[in-house]
Antibody, heavy 115, light 107 residues
Framework: QVQLQESGPGLVKPSETLSLTCTVS????????WSWIRQPPGKGLEWIAY???????NYNPSLKSRVTISLDTSKNQFSLKLSSVTATDTAIYYC?????????WGQGARVTVSS | EIVLTQSPGTLSLSPGERATLSCRAS???????LAWYQQKPGQSPRLLIY???TRATGIPDRFSGSGSGTDFTLTISRLEPEDFAVYYC?????????FGGGTKVEI
């Protein structure tokens, strides 16, 4: 069965760029949509972006100016970059497969923005 | 942007009781693009229902979804101890994809 695993720094300084990678195992990254979703501490879920295996992307307008999502099919990975972070970007960042629905999800990467 | 409003915010029930959770959309959402998730403390969300009423693989039949247009419902027919969690609805009727604020089902 397909499994997803997020990786990246757990602490990012304000104004810097948050970078996370999601590694897909147990299946190919091809022919699916892949998404990033985040959850601030004690709060609800916010969709960030998705990418199709062809490379087409879509971003949440609230974050679009700061977000880049990319794909590396050779490594079966996709990545998220969020620039100019502030404390409000502190959250658990999840990667997930899907577009109209998300399944499965990774276990989440906790990222704190602090100096 | 389609705003999803979930109610109630918290539902206090006992094992064996029926839970009815509501998700109301600010605009009509195609039933094909309405999903429900369960999230337990310290865990990732788990897909329960997609297409408004289709159970995901491995989801017990005590979970059911219904609704159309702007009003959707998740029903848990008889609460088991492991069902106490937070539940979220999610739509992709139009971009951006949005989630409701969640309903906590507590004992």
């Amino acid at each position: 069965q397909v499994q997803l695993q997020e990786s990246g720094p757990g602490l990012v300084k304000p104004s810097e760029t948050l970078s996370l990678t999601c590694t897909v195992s147990g299946g190919s990254i091809s022919n699916y949509y892949w998404s990033w979703i985040r959850q601030p501490p004690g709060k609800g879920l916010e969709w960030i972006a998705y990418i199709f295996h062809s490379g087409s992307t879509n971003y949440n307008p609230s974050l679009k100016s700061r977000v880049t999502i990319s794909l590396d099919t050779s490594k079966n990975q996709f990545s998220l970059k969020l620039s100019s972070v502030t404390a409000t970007d502190t959250a658990i960042y999840y990667c997930a497969r899907g577009l109209t629905m998300f399944d499965p999800w990774g276990q989440g990467a906790r990222v704190t923005v602090s100096s | 942007e389609i705003v999803l409003t979930q109610s109630p915010g918290t539902l206090s029930l006992s094992p064996g009781e029926r839970a009815t959770l509501s998700c109301r959309a600010s605009q009509s959402v195609s039933s094909r693009f309405l999903a429900w998730y369960q999230q337990k403390p310290g865990q990732s969300p788990r897909l329960l229902i997609y297409g408004a009423s289709t159970r995901a693989t491995g989801i017990p039949d005590r979970f059911s979804g219904s609704g159309s247009g702007t009003d959707f419902t998740l029903t848990i027919s008889r609460l088991e101890p492991e069902d106490f969690a937070v539940y979220y609805c999610q739509q992709y009727g139009s971009s951006p994809i949005t989630f409701g604020g969640g309903t906590k089902v507590e004992i």
